[in-house]
């Protein structure tokens, strides 16, 4: 049973950039989350999809933005990179179908940002 | 809104030794989940125990167990015959209970290092 998986593992951008991070959520899983983790810090809550649609955000500017796709996969878009966006960006899938239900992470990828 | 407090940056503990990790978390809401997370060096988050708050029971996985205190708002995770794979970050995370969303709001993490 494939986990979550996450493409790539590293990029480097420079600043003011556009970058696309890619997520195939845990088989049978409908929703994915998309978390920043900076260095020394927990992750911190970006956006969820379900069903194609962006159902929750976390306090994070307009340039990211985010997509998912029919069969449940996600990409994750960050325009006008800064090097405050230099972090670990951390996929997370789940089942929609009740509350406090597990979120299974991707290994995540690492972006730096120049 | 919620948090996640962890008060203990670094905690280092012996093989086989038992080690206990800290998590406070402040909300208004009666109905959440917590959970205990570890990310070992891969960096992949792997989820090591759940604690429903409607449940006055601690929850146990093998080695690993909680003390919940709801009253307290304190959720630690007590590791038993610590083994050297133990050695990663753990954060502690809460989730409502209501809603549509699954947002988890994680504390700043725990390092822990078992030694020989």
């Known amino acids: 049973d494939a986990g979550v998986t996450q493409s790539p593992t590293h990029l480097i951008k420079t600043r003011g950039q556009q970058v696309t991070l890619r997520c195939s959520p845990k088989?049978?899983?409908?929703?994915v989350s998309w978390y920043q983790q900076a260095l020394g810090q927990g992750p911190q809550f970006i956006f969820q999809y379900y069903e194609e649609e962006e159902r929750q955000r976390g306090n994070f500017p307009d340039r990211f933005s985010g997509h998912q796709f029919p069969n449940y996969s996600s990409e994750l878009n960050v325009n006008a990179l800064l090097l405050g966006d230099s972090a670990l960006y951390l996929c997370?899938?789940?089942?929609?179908?009740?509350?406090?239900?597990?979120?299974?992470f991707g290994s995540g990828t690492q972006l730096s940002v120049l | 809104a919620q948090t996640v407090t962890q008060s203990q940056p670094e905690m280092s503990v012996q093989e086989a030794e038992t080690v206990t990790l800290s998590c406070t978390y402040d909300t208004s809401e009666n109905n959440y989940y917590l959970f205990w997370y570890k990310q070992p060096p891969s960096r992949q988050m792997i989820l090591v125990i759940r604690?429903?708050?409607?449940?006055?029971q601690n929850a146990t996985e093998n080695r690993f167990s909680v003390n919940f205190q709801k009253a307290a708002k304190s959720f630690s995770l007590k590791i038993s015959d610590s083994q050297l794979g133990d050695t990663a970050m753990y954060f502690c995370?809460?989730?409502?209970?209501?809603?549509?969303?699954?947002?988890?709001?994680f504390g700043t993490g725990t390092r822990l290092q078992v030694t020989l």
């Open positions: 604690q429903e708050a409607y449940k006055q």
């Open positions: 997370a899938s789940s089942l929609a179908q009740g509350y406090g239900e597990k979120l299974f």
């Open positions: 088989s049978g899983h409908d929703t």
């Open positions: 995370a809460f989730i409502l209970g209501t809603g549509t969303a699954s947002k988890l709001t």
